[in-house]
């Protein structure tokens, strides 16, 4: 994206610098304030979620509480809830604004960084689960569980509290997606929708995927158990994975099979999570055909 | 479905025709006087969103006004919105039509016209994204996009509005479909529940999937990229479809085959999106064993 | 689970006794008194859904009427009919009673039978549709179908009424579940989410699948058409199955192909359906590489 | 009014009989049937409120639910709380069907039992009070308090639940009326708006007004202290007593004088609370002039 | 008020044509404007109710559907039911702009217009009158009478819909104001709060008072029975009266009585309703003495 | 009352000083949790409104802004504005713990401090005046008074927000109260309901009533114009008051008169507004008789 696209003149700043999420929020009111302007329909939704607010953590604290009360958890509790931690966190702040980065610059649908504040699910439930995975780490197992069952319900994106997610994440579309309980995700990962990262059964203990740096997985790809995926690996839509996957390889099919071979595999040099190549690999995928 | 049972005796209107839209309206409504005496729990419910209203179009405006409001977009802007656009827009209400009977002559289970209107978050969803891809061709995309993101909410459906539909489309359970920013969808296409019509990278420009005009899409059907789904085709469920399938054929498993093999595939006569026959392939499916 | 767990210290009653409801529900409320202890932020929510209560079924009708209800149909309305349907119904509650015994000890990340009941949509999606299913054999079939509506809107669980599902029932995650009007699930199931228990087409009749006791499916699994899934037979996540499976088999791909192979497929001793076991078969699945 | 204007045709039992509630339910859902019918627009309304209850203390029970909930008291506890009242108490619905009757019968603007079941703030402000009342005797006096303070916002009737109240009270327009914890208020009483039947000060105890059988007190009228307005008296608008009424007398004017003197005081000869005659005592208000 | 306070540079067109509803409709756009770029806080709430709308009548119509809207009776029926009187009938448009004219230009408490629009009661009381007045001719009274109810609840504001309101009126504060059925009022009337235009029993038939153009009745005046008060009478706060009041003549106290004497009456020169002179009678009431 | 009915064991702290607040939302939490104990249907409110907060101005911000939110003004903003207010101003909370004594210790009906926070919709319109004043001295009128509206719809009690208020006010009741823009009223005021404190017409400038320290204003008492009431003076209900009133010093009737007579008026020793005595001067006015 060419910078002359941004509402606001002032030079990007350093990714996760101080400045960084200043300079995102002054962005994010210039495209509310420009699409409020364009359709007045809209500008009540937009002063109410954006533009009365004098920070990021606000507005999305707003946001996020209006979309996930219900009659028995209230809006402004959850606000609160939601306000006290990002307030206190300053890496939690720098986390949403890795994400909003990532979903401005990996999706060419994303238009602009306040569509992605406002309209993403995947980004939404992302944001609402980083905030039940730091209640989970402080003890309140309750409350990040009855967060996880209104973000299942709202979002239909079902990420188990104690899930330990990057920075720089994408869900794209969102709908569907499962996080097991003890699986790990790493930075600048992208994960469409339907995915699921999934245990082993009954038993308890380490069961769920670790999924390394930059990888993407294809939508609707079924990953099961403790398996490690490799930075910069890449997993085919609609693939089930049970086992590990070397780093820079890309994984295809049900059951999965590397491409190149399993002895063989083809490498790729870019970070599958970021360039979002989801269909390179057709011509190696020598039995694809139709 | 015998003549017989409709609720009212006009004969059946030409499709498409002027007077099919009053037909059909009188139909939707003789059926929830029906249910309403029957059921005096359903009654409110049926005088609110049918019995009430003097027109199909209010009807609709007026149900997916209160299924999409938010604590934000309230429920009087979103019916205002609604039918504002179907009232100015005949082509728009025959599609509405055309989709009605769809649902109610492709699916066994649709037990009426009202039935569908009221439940069928898939023909819902449809509507609303009618309206919102008309707003987006009148350049108010932001609104657009905030229409795109409370439908992807409320009914698990998100499709871009971008994306062009045609007429009698069946969007079947609908749950998780994801149809991307340039995919086309022809006329009598029938969808599953968690069918992707995905992109293939970062990269902007026409990078979705075209179905063809009859096409029938199985359950959890995964197409991605630029592809052509030719006319009559059939995709059985769970297929991963990376490349243009042949009209009047079947493409099926992950990666998806022609059933009849690639070069000589088998020809239907049928139209698979209207004979919504998703099974009879197996005979030829030559290696799938169980 | 070691008795000590339990917050009341009365022994663990006969499953499916009278005595055990009464267990159960004193259970619940001594978790849900020591969560609001715990945590004075959820507190307003345990007393209003449970400890205010005087009875599971009165808790329960109480959450599913302020989870389903929509501003065209009213808490109180659905309260009501939940609690009558319920109240007059004593196998309906000791279905429930199974489910969640199901879902406290076939999975892992579930900490509490409050945690179920609070939580779960495919608990709560489940216990909606055994009303909804009483409704449709009491030929309340508008109403019955109005309820499977709401429940696919908020839960993304689309149950036909008509459905005949057995106890101790688990759907785990649940989004995206979808269960065919003439389908039929047995005792002690448990199903993943994405699952799809399917038709064929547009003929009517009986055309969905028929799943025995203690079987197993996994994620995002595909079957179709009215085909025999054996008693304890499991099938893999992503399977696609259009043929029957026998009894203590694991079918697993797409197509679906018997594990040991079709002439000699392996048999297993466990329940799947109580074991969860996942991903056992995978030493056995000769072609499974990556 | 003639018989002739009821709904149903069967002869009006004995008031205070069994059969009398039965009897008005009836003619309530006939007149309710009759206005859906010919006003669509409310037929919603009347089937949630009336027309899809099995008895009238339900249809009250939800009304009164729906009316007094609020975000932190919500509909469905409400509704609980007052359908198991009325239920478990005869003499409640017996004083409800005499507040109908009063209203049907004494005030020339209603026009139906069901426009005052469902219109009429000062009969529902009274039927809340009446479960209030009975709550503060069960030694729930936080829940009644909580109650008083919802009718008080709702309808703008403040009430102490300690308060008692006879039958067939006709509470008119309502806003405004302020009934202290010590009042008494016999049978066929009617109270217009802005009544105040107050304390004195800050000392507790016996504190406000004994109100006779058959008083009738004007708009706006304000009683103040432990006094007595004996049976049948009459108080004229906007007067402020603070001393004993004789029965039978009217007493008028700030500070209130009897009418005819207070040795010789004129006494009627009609009960002024079924009566509703307001203004007769014109020509003997001897200093009454303009 | 000086010209140049209006927003907008266009010179006030005469009162009742038909350019003024449009000139207004832009100067309360302009002060809305102003209002949203000062208070960002307040930005949503103004775009909701007036900047989103392109005519007076949408923007009414929109605030009176979701002030009066309950669970029962939605905002959308609302919406549709106002907007669809207003835009049929200029008279009431007409009277609409000639109500905002005079609480601008009589209260020196209001500010604005566009104040006066949102956040008088006393205004959208009446507004919401002049609709269910039409309804009521038109035979619709059960909706009518549901209206009025709803209307008495909000803003404790209860005018039968029979009652006829003219043009100008000011309802100042106007808690605790009750209009019977057969009242009459004028034009360019002011009333204040706790007002009563009372009936004077159970009699059916014209009962109630016939307030000539011009009169101020002052607060909590009570006026009881069809009873003439003269063209440009002034009623003072507290009086209760219940005989003819000539015009240009002050009737003050309980019982009121004309100030100069019966047969000398003080007569004033001025409009009161306009002038809203509530006091300048103090030296002339001879017995007022404290 | 004595210390023994308090809840919690520490000393009362001396009135105003920093140690009050704090002892004061200790007994509230004390109060509330002995009532959820004793009333299971009522714990739900009382967390959400009391237990679940830190302090007494996050527990009451969140009462206020859940009870004056509307669908266009939503609770996470007001509460978010009553917050910031109430924790940046020392004197505004503490008037509100004066308030919440005035109406415990004067008030015989009030049973705790927790029953007036929740319940007494007179302190609640008060306090949330004292924030719509901080406002309109912040030049931030629009926001006032939109406040202002919400507060007379939903308590019935409009006070300008610019009017100037004292601490330890009682409005009892409050049903209807008027408190015009110029009003002032001073320390340790008793006001009851239906009280105006109006202006004298259309000119602007000083215009309302000055109320002195202590002073009590009984039931329907309508005071007009900048008049003055001494310092512990007493009106009598009903009255009508237009001209000034001497110190300690009581006035009663329509139009009001000193009890004493003008030039010997009798005067009291007490603090009315403390003493709450509405009716000891009952044998001093001597033409009061029935």
Redesign the interface.
């Known amino acids: 994206m060419p910078a002359g696209e941004y509402m606001n003149n002032t030079p990007h700043p350093t990714a996760g610098s101080n400045e960084e999420e200043a300079w995102l929020w002054a962005q994010i009111k210039a495209e509310a304030r420009r ?2 302007e ?12 954006i ?2 607010h004098s920070s990021l953590e ?1 507005s999305l604290s ?2 996020l ?3 996930l ?9 959850l ?3 939601f306000l006290n931690t990002f307030s206190n966190d300053a890496a939690l702040r720098a986390a949403t604004v890795a994400d909003l980065r990532a979903a401005r ?5 994303c ?1 602009s960084f306040a ?1 992605c504040l ?4 995947g980004f939404l439930a992302c944001q609402a689960h980083r905030v039940a995975h730091k209640l989970w780490t402080q003890c ?4 990040a ?2 967060l ?2 209104r973000i ?5 994106v ?1 990420i ?1 509290p104690a899930a330990k997610i990057g920075k720089g994440i994408l869900f794209d ?1 969102a ?2 997606v ?1 996080v ?2 003890t699986a790990v995700i790493g930075n600048n990962v992208s994960i ?3 995915v ?1 990262l ?8 380490d ?1 769920h995927p670790k999924i390394g740096d930059g990888v993407l997985i ?3 790809a ?1 990953i ?2 403790n398996v490690k995926i490799g930075e910069g690996a890449k997993i ?10 070397p780093p820079q390889t890309t ?8 491409v190149g071979g ?1 002895d063989t595999p083809s490498k790729h040099e870019d970070v599958p999570g ?7 690999f ?1 011509s190696e ?1 020598s ?4």
């Not at 009360?69 to 509790?77: H, V």
């Not at 085919?236 to 996957?245: F, P, Q, T, W």
């Not at 994984?251 to 590397?258: I, Y």
């Open positions: 699409d409020a364009a359709e007045p329909a809209l500008a009540s939704y937009l002063y109410s979620t533009l009365s606000r707003f946001h509480g209006n979309k009360c219900s009659s028995t958890l209230l809006s402004t509790l606000y609160d809830m610059f990996r999706d060419p649908a238009v569509h406002l309209n993403y699910k309140r197992q309750p409350l569980l009855a996880q069952s299942s319900d709202v979002f239909a079902d188990h579309h709908t569907g499962v097991g309980e469409l929708h339907h699921t999934g245990g082993t059964g009954k038993a308890g203990g069961r294809g939508a609707g079924t099961l158990g085919g839509a609609g693939s089930v994975v049970l086992i590990d996957v994984a295809v099919g049900n059951p999965a099979r590397l399993k970021e360039s979002m190549d989801h269909t390179s057709i995928w039995d694809y055909i139709i």
